[in-house]
């Protein structure tokens, strides 16, 4: 992982603002952004966010307003849609609707004036590639989603960009299909070599397939990093709210440094490492993911903890805790979940190194 | 099932009754009319004998001289050509003019885009006579375009440019009448034109040029298509820019026929004539059917 990187795209300081009239709406704050070569990068936010706005100002659909982009150290902002050596794959695909699927495919290669012998050899190959090279006669209205979504992703690979840009494309398929495209991706991302850049809103789609993540909101990146530290290592509130279960307790710093402790309103007190700027007794809040949390049936009948509820997920259940007036989610495996039922009064236990202070 | 199935076309037939009839009554009527005249005799004071005759038709083609004898007669050939040729550059030059027009509507935010429609069909409020005798006023001696000529100093006081009462003056009228049902049509494809498509012909190297001509061309189709047989058919058989612009001196198909119904009282052959134009209208919308087909196969689906 740590070989020389090559520079994809370089993102720096980009504003966007959309001026309609009198009114303005910064859709991007001054984001700046590195996405390697031979990359799986996702960009990740809530609808929004300027998480697509970002990948049309690479794509070239929109003015920037503040700042550049550059493509392998070349500067693109200048150069229209046509001249930039990227593709995208559209949300709603935009195939072309009196084109069959090999001319859609072909599209791209057709012009970029390459040779017709080429234009074939390579149009079949990424037809084959996607495995729609039977269906190449179909029109795209005789297509299925999945189908459609195929000859969206040959459309854009076939002229072999530097960079394939895809604008949610698993967004409006059903959930099976959808997850046997992410491997899909994954694997064609692998295979092809091309540097992939990814927008959802989806986190297990972010989570599954990327080699990393922008985490965007309110057009300002909150956190970049591969998906384990992202899960693991939520810089901030938003980020630990957005991806995954997350309880977020408020609690009281009492000792401060590397093996500090803190005391929850739910009546705990945990031993976790404090951050430098946090002193004793300054509030907290502390972040743990509801599948770090143990919990044991209590002994003793003075217990705080109690069940509140369940919700059943089939290979799993969240579990809901009330302590000292303080909601807390834990999940279990399914099998361990029988031990417990609603009213049982409970012992919670919690683990060193997973529970961490987080910033608001 | 069956009996309820029946009972329901029948519902059908009876609620469409008075459709139907408006429909029989002032329109296939008329038709009728027209080519159960055409195929009788002519009275030379006007209206026709209830007699079985093919004359009218033959009168296209052949002519009886002043021997009795029948012989091929090339003028009003020759004036269905000259209506051909007159209505289909008034197509193409509605469609030059139209299709450049409708796009850039279809561009517009949508309170702009209302406007300029709106703007497009004001035409129509008017009585096309009264806007055709505006061009004579634009176009003729001393008019508004030779008093600007000779205001620049480029025509001298004299001279005329002799605009009116030519094939041009025809198709500048023919043009300014029809141009709004080239451009309504054209821009209703358009405007249903998924932005995306752009989008996307840009982002896989389309030049504008290559984006004109391999999308939006191919998917205005519809509305270009729709467009020029909405624009030829009536230049086919106008009569009121011919008349008042071409000042009536070259015969067209639409004069031709009102002059045998009012002045030359031949109404047989004016029926033919009208028959005639009008299967060849039927043929075009025919020809446009089969082309529309192809289309609405892709356009129908989402």
Redesign the interface.
Known sequence: MNDKKVNAIEINNVTKIYATGSSSVKALNNVNLTIYDNEFFTLLGPSGCGKTTLLRLI???EDITQGNIKLFSEEIISL????RP???V?Q?Y?????LNVYENVA??LK??NKDNTEIEKRTNEVLELVQMKDLSNR????LSGGQQQRVALA??LA?EPKVLLLDEPLSSLDLKLRQAMRVELKTLQRETGITFVFVTHDQEEALTMSDRIAVISNGEIQQIGRPEDIYENPSNQFVANFIGEVNLLSGVCLMEGENGSCKLDAGYEISLSIPRNVKKGDAVTVFIRPERIRINKSSSAKSLTSISGFTYLGNAAHIQLISNKQIINVTLPIDKVKNFKKGDLIEIEFPKDNAQVINK | MNIQGENKTQNRVRGLLPLWTVIGIFMIGPLLVMAAVSLMESNVYGGVHFKFSLNGYRQILFDTNLFGEIEFNPAYIIIIGRSFILAISATILSLIIGFPAAYFISRQSNKVKNILIFLVTIPFWTNLLIRTFAWIIILGKGGVIESSFNFLGLLGDEDSLNLMYTNSAILIGLVYSYLPLMVLPIYASMEKM?M??L?????????RI?LIR??IL??SMPGIIGGSILVFVPCLGAFVAPDLLGGGKKLLLGSLIQFQFSYARNWSFGAAVAMFLLSLVILVLFFNAHINKR?R???T??
């Not at chain 1, 935009?94 to 009196?98: E, I, S, V």
């Not at chain 1, 029109?139 to 005789?142: A, G, L, R």
């Open positions: 794509a070239g659909f229209p849609p046509n001249k990227v593709n995208t559209f709603h935009a195939l072309f609707p009196h599209f791209g012009r970029l029109k795209p209205n005789q459309r854009a002229p | 998924d995306r498509l989008e996307a012909a840009a982002d896989l190297y389309s030049s290559g391999k999308v191919p998917l289309h196969e892709y356009e689906h989402g």
